[in-house]
């Protein structure tokens, strides 16, 4: 009896030995942040002098903050336009790639990861240029199909940056989700497609009734792959538009960064970050909650 509680001790300490790094980057990069970013929201500070003690100001300012709700709701927009362009678009191409065209699936997986392997900054720039008012190829493109009065400065209009940047996003981050899902659709036992092909089904109905229930776990995760990834986006907008012009295509993150590194409001972008997180969670619990449910029903 000893014996064994010696050896469950021993194997107790080697599994926290070999858990210990992962645990001190968990504290040092993830706990300790969120932790001091919700310290810092209670102080006005401006990275420099000492920092103000003001409670729940902070809060209250950012409950009033127009720009933050607006930018917020962007965020939901883009996560929304991601479950639908993303997630069940890739499906519907996985499946189209696996199961209708499989002889040229590598070739279009190819072509489709492409963005995903070049770097963020490098698309944002490359798309500035395609959306150039004057030799870019959006408008060249136009015109050339005699839609003259469609050309406009996509990014520098109000009307038409927020759109043209969740444009961007969806051509970015499509190509992940394909590779995710081809893999998904692959693991579905052939037997079941011959079995609903005996029963006259098409593809159309094959997708629905067979490949959709059959990947739906794959489908939970990869929305929540793309509701946070959704929530905390900022790199192409940074470099499209900046959140411009006059705010018409900030997201939190944006926003965040000028508060912070801009007006040099480190208290008031900690409260941003703090709220952002805080949402983020709340709402990849909500999807995750109710994609539960449906997978239950």
Known sequence: MSTDIGLAKRHSRATLLFLAPALIFVFAFVA????????????EWDGASAPLFIGAGNFLKLAADPVFWASLG???????????????????????????????????????????????????????FMYNPYFGLVNAALKAVGLDSLKRGWLGESETAFLAVVVVMSFTYLGLYVLLFTAAVRSVPE????????????DFRKFFSITVPMVWDAVRANSLLAIIGSLKTFSLVFVLTNGGPSHASEVVSTYLYKM?????????????????????????????????????A
């Open 32 to 43: 300790y942040p969120v932790v001091y970013a919700g310290w810092l929201s209670m102080f």
């Open 74 to 128: 962007r965020n939901l927009l883009v996560a929304l336009s991601a479950i639908v362009f993303q997630v069940f678009l890739a499906l519907a191409i996985a499946y189209c790639l696996v199961r209708i065209v499989p002889a040229f699936s590598r070739i279009f997986l190819f072509f489709y990861l492409v963005p995903v392997m070049v770097s963020e900054i490098c698309i944002g720039l490359l798309w500035r």
């Open 191 to 202: 037997s079941v497609y011959e079995a609903a092909e005996l029963d006259g089904a098409g």
């Open 260 to 296: 912070g590194f801009g007006s040099f409001q480190m208290g008031y972008a900690a409260t941003i970050g703090f709220v952002q997180m805080v949402l983020t969670a709340l709402a990849a619990w909500v999807v995750f909650r109710f994609l539960r449910r449906k997978e239950d």
